[in-house]
């Protein structure tokens, strides 16, 4: 679906294309602020930059009573804008907002179809297709609809449109589940790529406003309370230019979806008045700083939970049918720890005897070649090793057989949890660790409440492709902020020299393959490794020391 390679870029460079706003809180101005403060930020580890252009196609009279006038720019103007840009600042996401009249539209598909046949990387487009301003009045002149849905749409990678917008595109009024679905199917046939229809305006669940994403194969659904505030111009300029940063920052689809949701929900909370009281609408959302409060983001609809039950979700593609069939279960065992510390991950009973004899005391084995009894009798000797050791010993996959021969603790991937039955191991009071990739992954599992968070791949690794699932440092520390209570693990690519990094985010535990089966000397890694995280406890317990004086 997407153009870009989803590692997280050091420099990127995004364009709007958008009107402006002379109250400053929607159009050209909404979006550079969004951009801008979602594109540079100070981290753990580094700055990350991201380059914000702009073309503007209209100059809006407006305010907090409605739009006075509309000045709609030449296309000699907006074509003067782009060349300039294009000579020394291609992007690699183009954010398209208000386009005033026919001639706008065709121009900029004409100029978008050009940039997607010749450019290196070819720009993913995101349209917000607006045409109505927050205080009122049209934008855009009647007949457009026709053009846009002809010349544009067919271009557009992501389109965000509200309830209204979805009943002019597709004659589908939403006030139901299967009414998004439909409506969605419906976009997807214009040519677009994926759509997220937002739900800030459709009432299918009380006091929820529930968005719904999907590209046609994967489907995402978010539920957030409503936010009681009449503060709120400029949401849709701010939430897909919000996206269009995250995405030329290289987050995934699913993940910008999730952190511009909360990036809304933290500027609706945070907005302030400053419209007069007899206006449509009295102030605009407030574009912050980098969403870190869990409490702003909204929860993932999984199938079968507590929250789906109550506002009548049901899943409907065929892999979460197939989840929800398994049944929904939380509460894990405990790891009795809030941190696993060094975590090595191994392949063979060999490896495993050799390190836990180093006094480790977490471990993974990770069985790929062996079957059938060969493969029962290596689960039993690890479970007997780890036993012997007292070691938290986890399996991977193997869940049946884990439960079988009374494992300490299961590991089991995305795609597994869909299969397990999760209930048979809580039952059989085995821990469960669980692997994720992102925010979104986060958000969801995090309502299984497993024994522990796997968060990977930190780097690339050796042992397998994470290509579009590298996080990277600074992506930890935010999931990390966002999981004060379940233990996290942290793994991918982390050697000797990366680990005092990833441990600076406070992850608390490091999973390690090669880094200590390849090392000339595996027990002097273990050591340390051990080193490192025993250096990372102090430095922490410092800092609390320091603050609690601080406070006195």
């Given at each position: 679906?997407s ?70 720019m ?17 992007a ?82 939403a006030f ?18 994926a ?13 929820k406003?529930?968005d ?41 689809l699913?993940?910008?979806?999730v ?12 907005s302030?008045?400053?419209g ?6 009295k ?13 702003d ?6 199938a ?11 899943a ?33 009973i ?28 290596a ?11 007292k ?34 191991i ?21 309502q ?15 042992t ?18 966002l999981?004060p ?8 690519g ?7 990094s990833?441990l ?8 390690v393959?090669?880094?200590i ?10 050591q ?25």
């Open positions: 679906m153009q870009l390679t989803q590692y997280k870029n050091d420099k990127a460079t995004v364009w709007t294309i958008a009107g402006s706003d002379c109250t400053g809180g929607a159009g050209i101005q909404a979006d550079t602020k969004t951009m801008h403060n979602l594109g540079l930020f100070v981290s753990t580890s580094s700055v990350i930059g991201l380059e914000v252009c702009s073309v503007i196609t209209a100059v809006t009279a407006q305010n907090s009573f409605g739009v006075e006038q509309i000045n709609a030449s296309q000699d103007v907006i074509l003067s804008q782009i060349n300039a840009l294009e000579q020394e600042k291609p690699s996401v183009i954010k398209i907002g208000l386009l005033a009249n026919k001639q706008q539209v065709e121009l900029i598909a004409q100029q978008i179809t050009r940039f997607k046949n010749n450019w290196v990387i070819k720009p993913f487009i995101v349209y917000d297709p607006v045409a109505v301003a927050s205080s009122g009045g049209n934008l855009t002149e009647d007949d457009i609809l026709p053009t846009i849905k002809e010349k544009l749409l067919p271009l557009v990678d992501l389109l965000t449109p509200n309830g209204k917008e979805v009943q002019k595109l597709t004659g589908v009024f139901s589940w299967d009414c998004l679905t439909t409506a969605a199917e419906k976009i997807l046939a214009l040519g677009v790529g759509t997220i229809i937002k739900g800030g305006h459709i009432e299918i669940a009380e006091n406003s529930i719904f994403c999907t590209d046609g194969k994967q489907e995402y659904w978010l539920s957030s309370d409503r936010i009681n505030t009449q503060n709120s111009h400029g949401t849709g300029c701010t939430f897909a230019s919000a996206l269009a940063a995250l995405l030329a920052l290289g987050y995934a699913k993940d910008a979806f952190i511009a949701k909360a990036y809304i929900n933290q500027g609706l909370k945070i302030k008045q400053l007069d009281n007899r206006a449509l609408f102030g605009a959302v407030c574009q912050g700083a980098w969403p870190n409060d869990i409490n983001y909204p929860e993932v609809l999984v079968g939970s507590k929250l789906a039950e109550s506002i009548g979700w049901t409907s593609k065929e892999d979460q049918k197939q989840e929800q069939h398994q049944g929904f279960c939380s509460d894990f065992a405990s790891v009795e720890t809030d941190k696993l510390g060094l975590y090595p991950v191994v392949d063979s060999a490896w495993l005897e050799r390190l836990l004899k180093t006094g480790v005391s977490t471990i993974q084995y990770r069985e790929k070649k062996l079957t059938g009894d060969e493969l029962e009798l689960i039993q000797q690890a479970i007997a090793l780890g036993k012997q050791y070691a938290k010993l986890f399996i991977n996959d193997y869940w049946q057989l884990a439960i079988k021969h009374k494992a300490y603790g299961i590991h089991l991937g995305q795609e597994d949890i869909q299969t397990a039955d999760l209930s048979a809580k039952k059989a009071g085995v821990r469960l660790g669980i692997s994720t990739h992102g925010h979104y992954e986060l958000l969801k599992i995090k299984y409440k497993p024994s522990y968070l796997a968060v990977g791949a930190i780097f690339p690794t050796k397998k492709d994470m290509t579009g699932q590298i996080q990277g440092v600074d992506t930890l520390a935010h999931l990390v902020k999981n209570t379940i233990p996290m693990v942290a793994i991918g982390i050697t000797l020299e990366k680990a005092p990833v600076a985010t406070n992850a608390g535990s490091i999973a393959v090669t880094a089966t390849e090392a000339d000397d595996p027990e002097c890694a273990v340390e490794f051990q080193q490192i995280l025993q250096q990372q406890h102090l430095f922490q317990q410092q800092q609390l020391l320091q603050q609690r004086i601080s406070r006195n």
